[in-house]
């Protein structure tokens, strides 16, 4: 979907219950003029990355459309094609030029350096699928974004190279001339849920309780948004009649046609995922503005410098006397919740899958 496509979509979300969503606008015309600018960048000093062996990928905040201040540019170097030692000299002179006009990535070493696809479509599951290679893998297909260079290829590549590797371990995609949802492809996103929320303990202890308030806020809105989109992005297998309409007579032709599916669902932001879902299955009004209502004013919190250094400094003893936590961030969320709830519970078509596939 086009920006402009974007736009109207929520323009028309926004009509549908008289609402108005001014932060979730402005964040998505920043995000839009900071990738232009990091492509600029990287095209006025990097002819390498015009090879269709590699892309350039965003995440993040700039990848959902979703940039404020106060975010970083997380990023990596992806790699699809054959290994060459000037690949790491690249990512470093990347990472020096992109550093010095934006936000480095976080110190957890996820992004900010090379990606290697072999990792990334091989190693699912098992000893060897470390929480980097995870956590690179999942939000490649929930929260990324490829920067537009001279090259392109390498990173829908990719993206279809995954899903078809979880494809491939589903020992039935259609049943009753309707597809199922993928299990492996969903079982991975929501053991990559339950490890944000394990990962956000660890780096409490870790981290001697810094960055409390942020990263709480952060797990209860933004994590929380990712999961419930690749919920929906999974859920629409089954419950998308044009692609049912679609299946062929061989189990190789119906993977292809999920494939082509389920890419297309990954290059849409959550919001957009979201923004269509609440249309389309007619989640009541009142639901729908709690969804967007809660989540516009979370992202007027992270733009707000002096309430986003007050959640970056909050530590847990300390949250009862946080006036942006106690009387903003834990309001919203509960909305946030209220409205998840329905959409994945209370929906009769969507509620039903939540129950069959997303909890036992």
Wanted: charged share 25%; with cysteine; hydrophobic share 40%.
């Amino acid at each position: 979907m086009s920006a402009s496509q974007y736009s109207e979509l929520i323009a028309r979300t926004e009509r549908l219950v008289n609402a108005e969503w001014t932060t979730i606008r402005q964040c998505d015309s920043a995000s839009q003029e900071i990738r232009s600018q990091v492509a600029e960048v990287l095209q006025r000093q990097f002819e390498r990355l015009g090879s269709t062996d590699t892309a350039f990928v965003v995440y993040g905040s700039l990848a959902r459309g979703e940039w404020t201040s106060g975010s970083d540019l997380d990023w990596t170097f992806l790699i699809d094609g054959q290994a060459n030692s000037d690949h790491l000299r690249i990512a470093q002179e990347v990472g020096r030029v992109l550093e010095s006009r934006f936000p480095k990535p976080g110190a957890t070493g996820t992004f900010g350096n090379l990606t290697f696809s072999h990792e990334v479509v091989h190693r699912i599951g098992g000893v060897h699928d470390t929480n980097i290679n995870t956590t690179q893998r999942v939000l490649l297909l929930l929260e990324s974004a490829g920067v537009p260079l001279a090259a392109k290829g390498a990173y829908e590549r990719v993206i279809r190279a995954v899903l078809n590797r979880y494809l491939e371990e589903d020992e039935r995609l259609s049943k009753n001339g309707r597809f199922k949802v993928p299990r492996f492809l969903l079982n991975d996103i929501v053991r990559f849920w339950r490890t944000m929320a394990v990962d956000f303990a660890s780096k409490q202890r870790e981290r001697g309780g810094e960055g409390w308030g942020i990263r709480n806020a952060k797990l209860r809105m933004s994590r929380k948004l990712i999961f419930a989109a690749g919920l929906l992005i999974c859920f629409s297998c089954v419950l998308d009649d044009e692609l049912n309409g679609q299946i062929g007579s061989s189990v190789e032709e119906n993977r292809l046609i999920l494939v082509d599916h389920l890419k297309k669902q990954t290059m849409k932001t959550p919001l957009e995922l979201l923004a269509e879902t609440v249309q389309k299955f007619s989640i009541p009004h009142e639901h729908i503005r709690k969804l967007f209502d809660s989540y516009n004013h979370f992202l007027s919190i992270l733009s707000d410098e002096a309430k986003r250094e007050e959640l970056k400094q909050l530590r847990i003893e300390d949250a009862e006397k946080s006036a942006v936590f106690h009387k903003e961030v834990r309001p919203i969320s509960t909305e946030f919740q209220v409205a998840l709830n329905a959409i994945f519970l209370d929906n009769e078509l969507i509620g039903d899958l939540t129950r069959r596939y997303a909890i036992f």
